[in-house]
């Protein structure tokens, strides 16, 4: 079961890029989604939320987030957003996804989405510029974040 849905850990994620000061475009919202997912599945073994994530060109996508703030287009996100109800465990997940990702720029996020197996094994056989709505695995996010913690863990040994 999910910890909260895909709004409300994007809403939790507006709010606090407002809070800090540091702009979100819905591009760069996109990206700290997936990896707040994927660190949480690697994690803890559940999904954040529910929502599924495509591999669209320009990376990772929630795509119903997307449809709620595309009207920003590539300007920051300035709707008055309140920071939701969630659990520490929830809260502390996302500020910690926001503390390591959240100073990359979206264009940043983007090249490193684009590195990383989850993404290029959802588009795999796609041209770089196609648009496609193929899914992001929870089993493919749990898999790659679990081995990029492994080797962090390693490199810190």
Known sequence: MAECTAKQAAEFMIAFSQEVQEPITNLKLQKLLYYAQGWHLALYGQPL???PIQAWPHGPVVPRIYGEYKHWRWNPIADE??????SDHVSEHLKE??????????????????????????????????PSNEVITQASMTEYFRKVAAANANQTA
């Open 49 to 51: 939320f529910d929502d």
């Open 81 to 86: 957003v309140a920071s939701p109800k969630l």
């Open 97 to 130: 996804v926001m503390d390591v990702y959240g100073a990359l720029t979206a264009y940043h996020l983007e090249q490193l989405t684009h590195k990383e197996e989850p993404w290029t094994i959802a588009r795999a056989g796609i041209p770089y510029d196609e």
